[in-house]
């Protein structure tokens, strides 16, 4: 069944539902989903936790007999299942049937996986997820650019926090459709507001009292190419303590875009077209900077570099070899438009 976001919190007030399934694309809006249903299921009683992660290499089996098993520790548990990449595949697909058709007794399962198209959610294991009877489906749309300010304004009244109209549509500004970064911002918002009021002279302070080598002033230097900076850039943060997947994430978000637009163009459709279309949207004045980037690969070479992105993943997880600070600082002379001859670390 399908569970809008907005009703969430009220849902987990009462008896919880076996299967949760929550499917989206921006990490804050999908991961506060999640830390809301840990809570509630921590609660309720759900003392044990246990969390797959289905790559290519993945036991479909482990679910079911994780599913099957008695608890070791508590008399009921969690069981996370991740899928980034959304497709379970054959054997996948047939494990997902069977355990929403038969859920666990005592057990409550999170499944966490990107937006679904059109083609998946019509698929039998699709179905299984959105249209059970024992599992509420959770669709987590992104905050589009018209609602990013009055999403502010909200984040910011949580926090207890009152902005003037100026102050809101700088912050939206500053983030550029990021919610993790606008969160951050409101978060710093708390330490320098007098009186619970934020004024543009606010903001202005917090942007001022930022990092020297800011996470979004290195993906500007790549996408406008300049390499020597970036890679300065790249080193400030490593010594400010800033970690990989920080760096990671910013640089492949901007990839997973460059790639879809290169894509789209290459396939007749107007790049202002494509740009519109983009999850999340480019804004205007981001628009010649993408640009720039889009004249520098084909759409096959930006997808090429989005899977060196997921190789540094590998590596900062542990699961491939070589350094990952390496990786980065040739992804990023990469994405500059360095023409390199050296090995992937």
């Known amino acids: 069944m399908k569970l809008a976001p907005a009703q969430l919190t009220k849902h987990l007030q009462g008896s919880l539902s076996p299967v949760y399934i929550i499917s989206g694309d921006d990490p804050l809006l999908c991961q506060e989903a999640a830390d809301a249903i840990r809570t509630a299921a921590r609660q309720q009683g759900f003392d044990e936790r246990q969390v797959f992660s289905a790559d290519a290499s993945f036991d479909w089996g482990t679910l079911l007999q994780a599913g099957a098993s008695m608890s070791l520790f508590a008399e009921r548990r969690l069981l996370e299942l991740r899928l980034p990449s959304g497709k379970p595949g054959d054997k996948g697909a047939a494990a997902l049937i069977e355990y929403c058709s038969r859920p666990a007794e005592d057990t409550l399962l999170l499944i966490s996986l990107p937006k679904l198209d059109g083609s998946a959610q019509k698929t039998k294991w699709g179905k299984a997820l959105i249209e059970g009877p024992q599992t509420q489906f959770l669709q987590i749309w992104p905050v589009d650019a018209n609602q990013l300010p009055q999403w502010i304004r909200q984040r910011l009244s949580q926090a207890g926090l009152a902005a003037s ?107 202002d077209k494509a740009f519109s279309q983009a999850r999340p949207p480019v804004w205007d004045k981001r628009k010649p900077l993408m640009s720039k980037a889009l004249q520098r690969y084909s759409a096959q070479r930006w997808a090429q ?20 600070w390496s990786s980065l600082s040739r992804l990023t002379l990469l994405m500059c438009g360095q023409r390199l001859n050296l090995p992937a670390e």
């Open 165 to 271: 109209q100026d102050a809101v549509e700088l912050i939206a500004a500053r983030v550029e459709g990021n919610l993790l970064a606008a969160a951050q911002e409101v978060e710093k918002l708390k330490l320098m507001a007098e009186d619970g009021q934020i004024t543009v002279e606010t903001v202005q302070a917090a942007v001022a009292d930022s990092a020297r080598f800011d996470v979004f002033g290195l993906v500007d230097a790549v996408l406008n190419g300049e390499a020597a900076h970036a890679l300065r850039m790249l080193e400030g943060l490593r010594g400010e303590g800033v970690e990989p997947p920080v760096i990671l994430w910013a640089l492949a978000r901007e990839l997973r875009v460059l790639a879809n637009i290169a894509l789209q163009y290459s396939q007749g459709i107007p790049l």
């Open 305 to 324: 570099l989005l899977m060196d992105a997921q190789r540094i993943d590998a590596q900062i997880k542990g699961q491939a070899a070589g350094s990952a």
